[in-house]
Every structure is written in C-alpha cells, then in structure tokens.
C-alpha cells in the first residue's frame, strides 16, 4: 500500500505492507534508525516517536495507520545536523545515558513532556517517562537531565534580573 | 515479533465497517491498536483483514445528554483523561483514567478499544460495571445496548455481536451535589496490570449519610465485579462498619491464583482496598460539600 508521511516536516512516500509497522518502516524504508526496536510489542519504549506531538509506540502502529500523520523521530529533534537540542545536550552534561539504547525514547517523551509543561516536577518527570524502560541508569541521572533541561529552557528567554544575572 | 500477513482497510462509515465485517469472518476491528497490535506481533491473533475504525468521525468525541455521558469508542483514552466533562461529571472515571497504561499508550489507546478487548485487569470496563454504564454496539442488523455486566463475559470474551464493532458507552451521571470518588490498585509496577483494582462512588445528604453508593472490584477473577454495598445506604459510611460490608458483598468474588498473586491475597487486597476506595470516595464527597 502506498503511504504518505510527514516526517520530521518533509513528506516521505512509502509502498509498504500493511503488516509493517511504523518503526520498521522509518528504520527500513526512510533509514531513520534513531527510532529502536527493543521489544517490539509494546512493553519497553525504545521505539517512541511523537505522531502529531504526542509520544507514542512506533512498534504499536502500522505505517498505513499513520498515513498523512506527522511524526517526529529523534532525528528531528536538533535544530540542524551535528547540533544538539536543549534537551539532547542536558542528557550529555548530566550523564543521563549509558548504552543509549533506550536514550531516543527518553529524549522524545521528555521533550512532548516540556512543550507541554515547561515546570515539571520530578512526579510529572517520571510518569511521563514511566512507559520507558532504561537498562542502565537507574533513571536518576535520566530525570536530572530533564529538569535541567527544563530550566536552561525556562531561562532562555527570561530577562537578566529573572536569570538571577547568569547570560 | 512481526505479525502474519493481514490486509488492511479503513471504511468511510460505521456502516461500511459493518458489511467489511459481515464479509470477512476473521477480521477484527482496530482503533488506537495498543491491545490488538501485541497480540498480532505474538501471533496470538491472525486475522484475514484489519478494519481501521480511528478515523470515524462519528465515532469519537464526548457528548452530555440529560442524565448521561456519552463517550464514543474511538475517543483517545488521553482526551478523556483531559476532559473537563469527564472531570466534573464522571470522576470515577478521571480518577481511574492515569492508571491506564503509560501516557504513550493512552496517547493511542481507546476507551471502546479498552472496552472491547475486556481485559479482566483493565481500568475503564471496571469504571463500566460498577457504575452499571451501557454499552452500545453496532452491526449490520442495527444498534444494540447492554448493560456493561452483562457486556463482560470473560477474559478478552465479551457479547459484541460476531460481525459487529462497539460504537459508543454511556455512563449515568451522578447528579447528587456531593459525589466523591475513590480508586486504588495493586499491581508489580505502576501502571502493569492489576492483581486488584477498586473503584468506588460515594453520594452524601447534607448530614453526611449515604444516599448512593457504587463498588467495584477488577483484576481478581475472569471479569469486572459490581459489589453490592447498598447496605451502607442512609449510614454514615464509617469505622468497621464499611470493611464489614465490603468483606460480605465480596463473597461473590471469585479470585484466580496465578504467578503473581493467589487467590487468597487477591481476596483479602480487594476487600482492604475496596473499603479504602469507599473511605477515599467519602472524604472526598465531604471536602466537596463543605466547599459548597
Ligand atoms: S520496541 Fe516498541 S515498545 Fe518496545
Ligand atoms: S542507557 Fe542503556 S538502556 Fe538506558
């Protein structure tokens, strides 16, 4: 079946079966292997993407079922190639990734988390991470990153008073 | 982890969807897919056809009708956890919506899709029965209603028509001025499957005795339970005399042993956490009423 998706703002066409999923489809057919298959049935959130914003399951969605849906992967998230999010970088500077295999799905729930809430508490940072399983870091340094991220972005735009001097 | 091989359509109308249905004996109707899309990945489930209902307009969205809400089935598990409809007028449900799943799943996930894969453990056909909603289905003979009890038959059993697909469910609304909620459950992690799930509603007079009360039990037996607590009606719902109540309506439970839990600690969790859904549901109404 052909299918259209708008992927990381480009339309990408696709003839895929209708027993593929969404993941397999970005990993195979569009070469986006941020996007990981851990578990593939719906258990471990390696495999998160946003479909119009929201996180959700890539392995738990046909492609077909995503036809004209935008969806973002990892890949999507910097501002240009070889750059880092806010975010991305947060992870990097508080040590919140190991192995990485579970990182792109931490990184895009946490990111839906702050577009929608810019002032989580360490509650909202772990439900909203709670479909997501790490392996590696024992989650602390993996909320840390997302609080720290959530004041860099806080600040960014707040006047020099409000940043308590910092620039 | 890669389902068989299905084919794949997405019909313009209930109507359409229904004839897919009668035609095709091993389809099954998909929506948001959270439940269905495992089992096709374990190929626990091999349909011929996928029939996509997601995208049915007149199938999702939530309605007030006198009396009643009316949540149409393909209506996100999300946007009812986000309702201010279902906030105000069916708190039990609200209460019991972030316990469902993980917020990517109820991203995806629906309330019918959750009603119609009537999962013995799951959250919202426990919020059904006890607060006695009506569930209606669709098939090519025309709309049926049941009351949620008699929907719940098994594990993943329910009596959705063969070739048929649940349109919507309709939830009474309680209009009493204090109405509390209450919900626990236990399970091994947040948000995995219940061992014990409790839901309880709780109507208060002025004086703070019970005009109306609802109790339900979830994950310990083939189906959701209503229990009957009518018995605590025109009392004031508290001390021994509410885990009394629970403790003998529950002797209609029928808990099942499994690796997780037996069936004696089954029994023994849904009493002690239907009387903390009761109490829960009684501080509640009071903190509403003397907010009035
Ligand atoms: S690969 Fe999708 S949840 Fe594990
Ligand atoms: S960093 Fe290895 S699984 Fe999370």
Redesign the interface.
């Known amino acids: ?1 052909k299918v259209a998706l708008l992927v990381n703002g480009a339309v990408r066409e696709v003839d895929v ?3 593929k ?1 969404l993941l ?1 489809t970005l990993r195979e057919d569009l070469s986006l292997t941020g996007a990981h298959a851990g ?4 258990v471990c ?1 390696a495999c ?1 993407v946003l ?1 119009d914003g ?4 890539s ?4 492609a ?2 995503a036809d004209g849906l935008d969806i973002t992967t990892i890949e999507g998230l910097a501002s240009a190639p070889g750059e880092l999010s806010v975010l991305q970088d947060s992870f990097c500077e508080t040590h919140g990734l190991q192995c990485g295999f579970c990182t792109p799905g931490m990184i895009l ?1 946490s990111h839906a988390l702050l577009e929608a809430n810019p002032a989580p508490t360490r509650a909202d940072i772990a ?2 991470i ?2 997501n399983i790490c392996r590696c870091t024992g989650y602390g340094q993996i909320v840390e990153a997302v609080e720290l991220a959530a004041e860099r972005l806080r600040l960014a735009n707040a006047p020099r008073a409000a940043a308590g001097g910092r620039p | ?8 359509v997405r019909p313009a109308s209930v109507a359409e969807a229904c004839a897919v249905l009668a035609s095709n004996p091993d389809a099954r109707v ?1 929506a948001g ?2 439940t269905l ?2 089992m ?3 190929r626990l489930a091999r349909p011929s056809i ?1 029939v ?1 209902i ?1 995208r049915l307009p007149e199938l999702a969205g939530i309605a007030e009708e006198p009396g009643t809400l009316v949540i149409g089935a393909t209506t996100r598990q ?1 946007e009812a956890e986000r309702s201010s409809l279902v906030a105000s007028r069916l708190p039990l449900l609200a209460a019991a919506l ?1 316990w469902v ?5 109820r ?2 996930g629906t309330v019918g899709g959750s009603l119609a894969n009537a999962d013995p453990s799951a959250e919202i056909p426990l919020v059904a029965v006890a607060l006695e909603a009506e569930i209606v289905t669709e098939d090519e003979g025309g709309r049926f209603a049941m009351p949620a009890d008699d929907f719940f038959i098994g594990p993943m059993l329910t009596a959705a028509p063969e070739a048929g697909l649940l349109t919507q469910v309709r939830f009474p609304v309680w209009s009493e001025p204090c109405v509390g909620v209450g919900f626990h459950e236990v399970s091994a992690r ?2 995995d499957f219940a061992f014990v799930s409790a839901a309880a509603q709780v109507a208060l007079d002025p004086d703070g005795r019970c005009t109306r009360i609802a109790l339900g039990i979830g994950g310990v037996g083939d189906r959701p339970v209503r229990l009957d607590v009518a018995g605590l009606v025109g009392t004031r719902v508290e001390g021994d005399r509410v885990a009394q109540a629970v403790e003998a309506a529950a002797a209609v439970l029928e808990p099942t042993s499994d690796l997780h839990a037996s069936a004696a600690y089954r029994r023994r969790v849904a009493i002690l956490l239907g009387a903390r859904a009761i109490g829960d549901a009684v501080a509640d109404a009071q903190e509403k009423g003397a907010g009035r």
């Open positions: 079946m079966e209708p027993r999923t397999d578990c593939e049935h719906g959130g998160t479909v929201a996180p959700v399951r392995c738990l969605m046909f077909v079922q729930a439900e909203a709670s479909g | 982890m890669k389902p068989a091989e299905f084919a794949y998909v897919g959270q899309v495992p096709l990945a374990m996928l996509d997601l999300v972030p799943g993980h917020p990517p799943t991203n995806r947040r948000s």
